[in-house]
């Protein structure tokens, strides 16, 4: 295992834990809220907070889904392909996506940059928008060079034949 897979795994498990604790975090506010509302106190800003955890949640989770491979897809046909036309057609959907979840992910840099500079921020509770967009996009920075890793390891296979 290269430096770069075990950098890229750390980062991967730490997303991972983000996005567990964002998930938790969820959880516990309804099951709060519900109850607050039950006694006539519901937790002001609960739904803003879930939103705002929920993202957190799907970016901090897509490295790891991507890493042990937990994306949904379609192989109905593609399993009947030879190995090789499997890798291949891998290759060319990977780096398709690498290419969509960069032009994203650049996007997402310079959104965050726009929120800061205009100092949006939520609407109950005044939050920065920014600092949210910004762990997003560095979610999905992981992301990318966790298909980047994945492309390298199908090359990598294909060329061995396999």
Known sequence: MTLFSKT???FSDIFKVIGGVAITAMMALTVFDVVGRFFKYPIFGSIEIIGFLAAIAVAAALPYTHKVDGHVGVEILVRLLPKKIQISLKI???TLTL???TLITWQMFLYAKELDKTGEVSMNLGFPIHYL???IACGLVVFSLTIIETIIENIMKLKEGK
């Open 92 to 94: 060319i959907t990977q």
């Open 133 to 135: 967009v910004y762990l």
């Open 8 to 10: 890229l795994d750390r």
């Open 99 to 101: 290419f969509l979840f």
